[in-house]
């Protein structure tokens, strides 16, 4: 296919989705929770059929050697796709927040002004290797009425495919309109190009990967994006932190699962308590297997234990993804927002006090989607905090921060209602 | 002054600006409040100094032959300055929307998570000719503790820096941090260019202008922009409507201020109602000035009166800013959501009728950032909707929609508060 004539497939997508979006946003909800549910039941039914697609791509990426990460992040497992259906039926028990009014009030002229939540219209979905996404994101952007289009990682085309044509069946069949969701399926790279470029039909692009793939999207988008390029989390333990409730946040911010973004990253400890504190924390991090990066105070304190190589600036601003933890002793809170402020990623920070003056300067000056007292960073996460799902993660401060769902695929329109009012 | 070193001197503006953005987030209302009254009645003492200014850049501009509306928008009178005056006034008399609480729940595992509003940052706000932008956006940004970088158009130099100077100072008195108020005084075309490109410093992007202007400014920005390029709205009067309250909607949305976003510049008449309604509308029109394009049914029509042009195509999608309309006939209301939710720009459109289920589909199914019932469009404004004061108005749908004040200058975080919880 040429550039021209894939142009015109993929402007013709868009045009029937935004075509699309105007009658999905008048769905009602016992149609839209119905579909939902039979998705659900779809997946589970079509198990082999998802399984042997996703047998295919991955015979294709170990030929081509890919990494490992690669291959996990794009094996389908059958406790996988129940997990696909089980995320399907949360979302269908979820409010339905399109309609609701936000805010409402009278003008002293009689004017009756509705602040009401509507969909956003068309959102583009840019990911990699994990074929979840397809239904998950299918999910969220059909509950909240939004047109989407999908455009995953050429590697996981297969599964996505078979995925995408199961879900598909199953809104037709109900009657969602023709258009409502798409997936791209030429592995040309030159499409996403081409879609971010389409500001006059899509509204919005979520981007989900690496920070690489995310920051392609960022620089060639005209479409807004919302986005986070990484997680570079903090917990700062305080002079006046309980040390037993510091050392299992630190710990379980580390540990419990350190590749993904609200996993700690960089640990500040107050001079106060580093030396009460820091042998034994430091001795249960390694013992975990984690790796330690420590200022020079640290490899001080450290000096009993197994190597603790020097952190330099560029620890600071690294996220490992990987059992890897820098360490900083700090002079005192001041230092410590410094830190977070200066060389953090806005993504989610926790200070463990039993100060409620410390906590609160904490709280209000640490400028991250997420400030945590007394907790681990990892609850990051929008099931973790009641929102049933999770469509992506903001650092961003336009529109949303922190996690997304979907109160977050909607935007809002003002309904005016007269009587015949003019301006004078 | 060469690039590089206008970009140092850039850089440093926008650093210094994020630098203070933390400390003016932390600000107590009353210390805003009080600067901004002060503000006011500084501008009060200093009329000749910012009017003398002010006519410098008139002599000018007249030189240069400007065009007369030019000439209008950047002519400051006494009655401005009150103006201006007057709403830094109004904004210090708005509730403070920095640390409201948007909501807050408890999690079956203890935490309590609110979602609070913290300010955005760094705002740059690019304008044309009108001086008082600048201290509107002054006034705004501190009530609402987010730092401005100010960059007015190059005729109106000598008349922004006289407000922003004295508004500066004011600043400076009651100890604002510095850093939080800027004004770029460099008329070099390029420094919009290189602000363009700050998004790891600045936020924000406001511009407010012409059309070509925002264009320019969404295409190079780098940095999230909130806007509105153009206001093509509707009266669309429906075959249930009362002719008369048509008729004075109408004229109020064509006549009392045809210059501004939120004026009609489409009429459209459902078939059933076109002969008794049009004939005498036309009129009234045409002798308050106003030209009429019509299709060739508003055509034969109004064939008794004084030329009516054909509207071609193009028509429908012109913001005429003057006292011309464009009026076309509709078979039905679903004609007439079609015709708006095509052409139109997505900013302020109203329905004149007395059945309610056409009023609730109207209300659902035209995509604009306000639709109104039985209600003149010119009420789409800040002030008129009750927020006090207005720092543009945004068919974006991201963000903000509609008319944007101090509650759309702000985002939120999330703050967690625990008692030792981890992740299990």
Not at 55 to 83: H, N, Q, S, Y
Not at 243 to 265: D, S, T
Not at 268 to 284: C, D, G, S, Y
């Amino acid at each position: 296919m040429d550039n021209k004539q894939l142009k015109n497939k993929l402007d013709k997508i868009a045009d029937l989705a935004k075509e699309a979006s105007f009658k999905l946003s008048l769905l009602d909800t016992r149609t839209k929770n119905a579909t939902l549910r039979q998705m659900a039941s779809a997946l589970k039914k079509e198990k082999r059929r998802i399984l042997s697609a996703n047998k295919k791509d991955l015979e294709v990426c170990r030929r081509k050697k890919m990494p490992k990460a690669f291959i996990d992040r794009l094996t389908l497992t059958e406790k996988g796709i129940d997990e696909m259906c089980d995320s399907l039926i949360q979302v269908s028990k979820l409010d339905d927040p399109v309609g609701n009014i936000i805010k409402s009030w009278y003008r002293p002229n009689g004017l009756k002004i509705s602040k009401v939540r509507v969909p956003i219209g068309v959102i583009l979905i840019i990911y990699e290797s994990r074929p979840n996404v397809t239904a998950d994101c299918i999910g969220l952007c059909l509950k909240s009425s939004n047109c989407v289009i999908l455009r995953g990682g050429s590697d996981a085309l297969n599964s996505n495919r078979a995925i995408f044509d199961i879900l598909k069946k199953v809104a037709s069949k109900n009657k969602i309109i023709e258009g409502s969701i798409n997936l791209v399926d030429s592995i040309d790279h030159k499409a996403v190009d081409i879609l971010l470029k389409s500001d006059d039909l899509i509204d919005l692009v979520i981007p989900r990967g690496g920070e690489g793939l995310i920051r392609e999207v960022k620089n060639k988008s005209r479409i807004p994006v919302i986005k986070h390029y990484k997680g570079i989390c903090h917990v700062y333990v305080d002079s006046e932190a309980d040390l037993n409730m510091a050392r299992k946040i630190v710990f379980n911010a580390k540990v419990q699962r350190p590749g993904v973004c609200n996993a700690m990253e960089t640990l500040l400890v107050h001079k106060n308590v580093a030396i009460r504190f820091l042998p034994r924390m430091i001795k249960e991090l390694q013992e975990a297997g984690c790796e330690i990066r420590g200022c020079s105070i640290t490899r001080k304190i450290a000096k009993n234990f197994r190597n603790v190589r020097l952190a330099t600036e560029k620890d600071w601003v690294m996220e490992y993804l990987n059992l890897i933890l820098s360490i900083r002793i700090v002079d005192s809170l001041d230092k410590a927002i410094d830190h977070i402020n200066c060389y953090g990623s806005r993504h989610s920070d926790s200070i463990v006090t039993d100060d409620r003056k410390n906590a609160q300067r904490f709280l209000k000056e640490i400028d991250s989607a997420c400030v945590f007292v007394n907790a681990s960073t990892r609850f990051t996460d929008g099931y973790q905090f009641g929102m049933g799902a999770e469509i992506g993660i903001s650092t961003d401060k336009l529109h949303a921060r922190g996690p997304m769902a979907l109160e977050e695929l909607t935007t809002y329109k003002y309904i005016i209602e007269g009587r015949g009012q003019i301006r004078l």
